[in-house]
């Protein structure tokens, strides 16, 4: 079945430090990619997300690129702030299992001032 | 939009309660999610709609566990009768088309069973 491995946590930085959150993944098909962001308190927010090889999904200066050579999709960021600190999730969905998406556990990051 | 909106946002209860947990999805949107986030199963799907049909129920816990979505604009989770490893957060989540992919969340319901 489907699997989403992300690095585990938590991840504590300083603000202005580069962030990465690795991320692979198992499909048997085609699957779209993506990051949510749970901020403490809230549900999940998508941060951003790809479709395709090589597709880059951009938002609020994260980024992340679909390799599917490596079947991985890492999130990135140049400079963190400290309100970017969250939990963040790496997801898969197949169009074959519907609007089903499979989580990785998720990554808790913390950045400090 | 409102977003998606679930009702409690948190509940307290004892063990042996029936607890119910509501939750709207956004309107015009086919899909609802009910997931279940615990320190430590992390973020568990437990069952899922389309067009108010059941489609996938496998990660229902068990029979204390049921779900419901009478009209496209309502859903409930029920537990029945509770217990402390309930204690969790349980969001719903709604998505718009078989095409997008993308789960809009809602708040969340922390519930503690004593």
């Known amino acids: 079945g489907d699997s989403v491995t992300q690095m585990e946590g938590p991840v504590t930085l300083s603000e202005e430090a580069f962030l990465t959150i690795n991320c692979t993944y198992t499909a048997t098909g085609y699957p779209s990619l993506f990051w949510y962001v749970q901020y403490p308190g809230e549900g999940l927010q998508l941060l951003l997300k790809?479709?395709?090889?090589?597709d880059k999904g951009s938002n609020k200066g994260f980024e992340a690129t679909y390799r599917k050579e490596t079947t991985s999709f890492h999130l990135e960021k140049g400079s963190v702030q400290v309100s970017d600190s969250a939990v963040y999730f790496c997801a898969l969905s197949e169009r074959a299992a519907g609007n089903k998406l499979t989580f990785g556990g998720g990554t808790r990051v913390l950045v400090k001032p | 939009d409102a977003g998606v909106i679930q009702s409690p946002r948190h509940e307290v209860t004892e063990m042996g309660q029936e607890v119910t947990l509501r939750c709207k999805p956004i309107?015009?949107?086919?899909?609802l999610f009910w997931y279940r986030q615990t320190m430590m199963r992390g973020l568990e799907l437990l069952i899922y709609?389309?067009?108010?049909?059941?489609?996938?129920d496998s990660g229902m816990p068990e029979d204390r566990f049921s779900a419901k979505m009478p009209n496209a604009s309502f859903s409930t989770l029920k537990i029945q009768p509770s217990e402390p490893r309930d204690s969790a957060v349980y969001f719903c989540a709604s998505s718009p088309t078989a095409s997008s992919y993308e789960q809009y969340f809602g708040p969340g319901t922390r519930l503690t069973v004593t």
């Open positions: 309107s015009g949107h086919d899909y």
């Open positions: 709609f389309n067009n108010n049909v059941p489609i996938d």
């Open positions: 790809a479709t395709k090889a090589d």
